[in-house]
Nanobody, 115 residues
Framework: QVQLVESGGGLVQAGGSLTLSCAAS????????MGWYRQAPGKQRELVAI???????NFADSVKGRFTISRSNAKNTVYLYMNSLKPEDTAVYYC?????????WGQGTQVTVSS
């Protein structure tokens, strides 16, 4: 099993920045892929960004050019750097890991962007 613990959410004004962290209980070097999803009230959970074990990344069109994802194998942590935040980025952000064919989720962290 993999436990994931997110941190770094909060309240920020539009145009501001936040960094989310996701600490994994296993070495992320062996985890196939890790990523961030978000769920806004009344909406389905959607992919924000993913990073594979080889370092390849993919982003939702809505965040391309504004968000960056990176990983620290030494710290077993994945980061989501969010810049130029917009009110529509407001959501609960969840860390996700795919390990041995099983999806694991963190508890979520709230990001609120005020206009």
């Amino acid at each position: 099993q993999v436990q994931l613990v997110e941190s770094g959410g909060g309240l920020v004004q539009a145009g501001g920045s936040l960094t989310l962290s996701c600490a994994a209980s296993k070495s992320i070097f062996i985890i196939n892929g890790m990523g961030w999803y978000r769920q806004a009230p009344g909406k389905q959970r959607e992919l924000v960004a993913i990073i594979t074990s080889s370092g390849s990344t993919n982003f939702a069109d809505s965040v391309k050019g504004r968000f960056t994802i990176s990983r620290s194998n030494a710290k077993n942590t994945v980061y989501l750097y969010m810049n130029s935040l917009k009110p529509e980025d407001t959501a609960v952000y969840y860390c996700n890991a795919l390990y041995m064919g099983t999806q694991y989720w963190g508890q979520g962290t709230q990001v609120t962007v005020s206009s």
